[in-house]
């Protein structure tokens, strides 16, 4: 299994960003994807996750701001990011679980900063 991140960059804060991550591989119908973040000098964090159900689940700094969404068909997660602060800045890396393994992708480099 290979995950693939894009979408990160360079934002104002207020702005937003779109991350996607693709799948490939030997992929289960069931499964959970989800992101998580590492900001500078700080351990990685949940950003949020989603099961291919559809069911979410948000850090609360996050809450109100960010949606977790997935195409099951293309075994793709999407991170809409609304309403970016500086403190979201950080390495957004995505994650899929299934069957009790874990595979994670390259991250994507979130900068907010005016």
């Known amino acids: 299994v290979q995950l693939q991140a894009s979408g990160g960059g360079l934002v104002q804060p207020g702005g937003s960003l779109r991350l996607s991550c693709a799948a490939s591989?030997?992929?289960?119908?069931?499964?959970?994807m989800g992101w998580y973040r590492r900001a500078p000098g700080k351990q990685r964090e949940l950003v949020a996750t989603?099961?291919?159900?559809?069911?979410?689940n948000y850090v609360d700094s996050v809450k109100g701001r960010f949606t977790v969404s997935r195409d099951n068909a293309k075994n793709t997660v999407y991170l809409q990011m609304n309403s970016l602060k500086p403190e979201d800045t950080a390495i957004y890396y995505c994650?899929?679980?299934?069957?009790?393994?874990?595979?994670w992708g390259e991250g994507t480099l979130v900068t907010v900063s005016s």
């Open positions: 989603i099961t291919t159900g559809g069911l979410t």
């Open positions: 994650k899929l679980v299934q069957r009790a393994t874990e595979y």
């Open positions: 591989g030997s992929i289960f119908s069931l499964n959970i």
